[in-house]
């Protein structure tokens, strides 16, 4: 099957440091790479999708300039969160798909943010 | 607005049968799908239905009425590795992924 990977799985950092975390598709072109965001006990909320070589499109409250998200190649994403506060602490997931329309979602096996 | 529903959490004992309820409503439908997390991963792929019926695959099966918004996922034969929640997600017409909150499974032995 597809995998997806991402890095790193966890990271600690202090109150208004940057993050950067990876996702990659490693047998297969990614078309499409999706970022989502999940609090504890909460359901997945997507943040932004992103087609290769595109701007990003962020999700209704998500700012933009605090989520940088780059996808420069059909086998990476990276979203970097800027100025990280406490309240970004959360788990981080990215997902690819080969296509914009359907196709299964393949996720990548998430990042834990702890911000101090 | 678009809404997924389902069950907050449900317990069932190892070697029983469970059946997790999922109602929607969407703009437009391409599909459900169900997936698995275990606590402190990713989500890992079950089913997916896109017309009415029941799809099997093992001890789990997904069932689908397009009519109604409903969906349930059966898992058969518990085993206490089931134990994790079960997400439904329905995309939409612009091909984009609704999620539910989860159901939180928890098998007793």
């Known amino acids: 099957g597809a995998v997806v990977s991402q890095h790193p799985s966890r990271v600690i950092c202090k109150s208004g440091t940057s993050v950067k975390i990876e996702c990659r598709s490693l047998d297969f072109q990614a078309t499409t790479m999706f970022w989502y965001r999940q609090f504890p006990k909460k359901s997945l909320m997507l943040m932004a999708t992103?087609?290769?070589?595109?701007?990003?499109?962020?999700e209704q409250g998500v700012e933009k300039d605090k989520f940088l998200i780059n996808h420069a190649s059909l086998t990476l994403s990276t979203l970097t969160v800027t100025s990280a506060h406490p309240e970004d602490s959360s788990f981080y997931i990215c997902?690819?798909?080969?296509?914009?329309?359907?196709?299964?979602?393949?996720f990548g096996p998430g990042t834990r943010l702890t911000v101090l | 607005g678009q809404n997924i529903d389902q069950p907050t959490e449900m317990t069932a004992t190892e070697g029983a049968i469970v059946q997790i309820n999922c109602t929607y409503q969407t703009s437009g439908f391409n599909g459900l799908f169900w997936y698995q997390q275990h606590a402190g991963e990713a989500p890992t792929f079950l089913s997916y239905n896109v017309l009415d019926g029941l799809e099997e695959k093992g001890r789990f099966s997904s069932f689908l009425s397009r009519s109604k918004g409903y969906s349930y996922l059966l898992l058969k034969e518990l085993q206490m590795k089931d134990s994790a929640s079960y997400l439904c997600a329905v995309m939409d017409s612009n091909y984009q992924l609704i999620w539910g909150a989860g159901t939180k499974l928890i098998i007793k032995p």
């Open positions: 997902s690819a798909s080969e296509s914009s329309g359907y196709n299964e979602q393949f």
């Open positions: 992103s087609n290769e070589g595109s701007k990003a499109t962020y």
